[in-house]
């Protein structure tokens, strides 16, 4: 994953989001609310106000929306700064309309808040605190500096300096916490929905690997024959040439190289991977091919094989989900990137449960991260024993993540613990000290039984992309 799509997930770019049409049909809208207050208040109620400024600044929203209208296509995704405008824009014209209205003597002066949560929601924090800062700034100056309301009969509304305090405090108070709010809530469902798109991504990419293995696999199979053929032939051309050296070398040279691509066809790719045969193996099986590319990065992966006590079966054979692999696989490299020597993986399996259990014997989950486990984008500041001990992690805190959603798709329950809080005073783990991670399956659901979800027999299809 580059840098390109990094910032893709984490929503760089969010408030580029936003098209023209969305800002403009809003805007209609609140024009609309705002020409029906000044109509009731003037048939309704009798209101003397200045009509007229009260429309031209109304009017202000109506001709903006035209020139954005005329300006661009309604297509158009307005830029960060070009959203900043438009919230500030409103604003703006908000609280001039609230001055010419009676200030915060007028009810609706709660509205303020409004262009603060559409920020929140849409925006960058520094937009966000921006916004916030001008909408109490304008409240402020609302409170001292406005027209009167002033019905029919000359008589001026108002109420008590106290009341306007108050609705001063509330307005202030409604633009942190709902700004905050508005925020926090935006920007969890933001992560959530970049880190469900990673894990698409990273999905896609290991059934990308795992078809590409297949077709692999079918060339190796399908090039068997030729090649043992080649390599036939030129044995025994090489066993008759013995009185022709030159030819004698040629034929020793085309039988080195059908061995050479034999050996590049089984270092590309498994034998029979996609073959319909191998969409099942035994558990012990699944969880080696998972750990593989990190066997050779300076720790030591230790497998155990056993049947839950009172248990005597065979283990099972289990699917071959991409799903499944690549999970297991995020698992065991967390536990790589964190251990000091070691890493065990434990495969268990019972009449109802099928379970993996990775330990290493690093210094485990930090008890301010362990109980947001599994949560996209949990990431702390790393200190310099961080970056000594886990030198290649760069990572965006979404490894486990993305483990946690694949294997519970695939039916798993995970658990997150530490060595010495799972197991303590027991001897046998005692080397074990980091984390503990445990995923248990439910047999039904990962197991390939005949009939139910085992993968059907027959001919191998073609791949196709």
């Not at 408030?15 to 048939?43: D, E």
């Not at 065991?332 to 014997?361: L, P, Y």
């Not at 930090?366 to 310099?384: A, H, K, L, N, Y």
Request: net charge negative; glycine share 8%; charged share 20%.
């Amino acid at each position: 994953m580059n840098d390109t799509d990094l910032g893709l997930l984490k929503g760089q770019q969010r408030g580029n989001w936003i098209r023209l049409r969305t800002t403009i049909l809003l805007r209609w809208g609140a024009i609309a609310g705002q020409l029906s207050a000044l109509f009731v208040a003037y048939q309704v109620f009798g209101l003397k106000l200045e009509y007229g400024l009260c429309l031209l600044v109304v009017g202000t929203s109506v001709l903006s929306n035209l020139v954005w209208m005329l300006a661009f296509p309604e297509s158009k995704r307005l830029t960060e700064g070009e959203n900043q405008m438009m919230v500030l824009f409103d604003l703006v014209q908000l609280a001039l309309l609230l001055y010419l209205t009676g200030g915060l003597h007028n009810p609706f002066s709660i509205l303020i808040v409004g262009p603060v949560t559409v920020s929140a929601a849409a925006l960058t924090a520094r937009s966000t605190l921006f916004t916030a800062i001008a909408a109490i700034i304008a409240v402020t100056v609302l409170a001292r500096f406005h027209l009167p309301l002033t019905t029919a009969t000359g008589d001026e509304l108002e109420v008590a300096d106290l009341f306007v305090f108050g609705n001063w405090l509330a307005i202030v108070i409604a633009v942190i916490f709902l700004g905050v709010y508005s925020r926090w809530i935006a920007s969890e469902m933001h992560n959530m929905s970049d880190a469900l798109q990673a894990t698409q991504m990273a999905l896609a990419r290991e059934q990308k690997l795992t078809d590409l293995g297949g077709v692999v696999a079918a060339a190796a199979h399908e090039l068997g024959t030729p090649l043992a053929t080649i390599k036939l032939a030129s044995s025994e051309l090489f066993e008759e040439l013995e009185d022709r050296p030159d030819l004698r070398e040629d034929a020793g040279l085309i039988r080195e190289q059908a061995d050479r691509c034999r050996d590049i066809l089984r270092s590309m790719g498994r034998a029979g991977k996609d073959d319909l045969q191998m969409r099942q193996a035994p558990l012990t099986a699944v969880v080696e091919e998972a750990a593989e590319p990190h066997r050779d990065r300076g720790k030591i992966i230790h497998f155990e094989e056993a049947p839950i006590a009172g248990h005597d079966g065979p283990q099972p054979l289990i699917l071959r989900q991409p799903e499944v692999i690549h999970g297991l696989r995020n698992l065991v490299q967390n536990a790589v990137d964190f251990a000091r020597g070691n890493v065990w993986v434990e495969c268990q399996w019972g009449t109802d449960t099928v379970s993996v259990r990775i330990m290493d014997d690093g210094r485990g989950y930090s008890p301010q991260v362990i109980g947001r486990i599994g949560d996209p984008f949990v990431r702390r500041r790393r200190t310099p024993v961080d970056t000594r001990q886990r030198p290649e992690y760069e990572g965006m805190g979404l490894g486990l993540f993305i483990a946690k959603t694949l294997l519970e798709r695939s039916g798993a329950e995970l658990s997150f613990a530490n060595g010495p809080d799972r197991y303590p005073g027991d001897i046998a783990f005692a080397a074990r000290t980091g984390a503990v991670i445990e995923v248990v399956w439910p047999r039904s659901k990962i197991e390939a039984r005949p009939g139910i979800n085992a993968p059907a027999f027959g001919k191998n299809q073609p791949i196709t992309a």
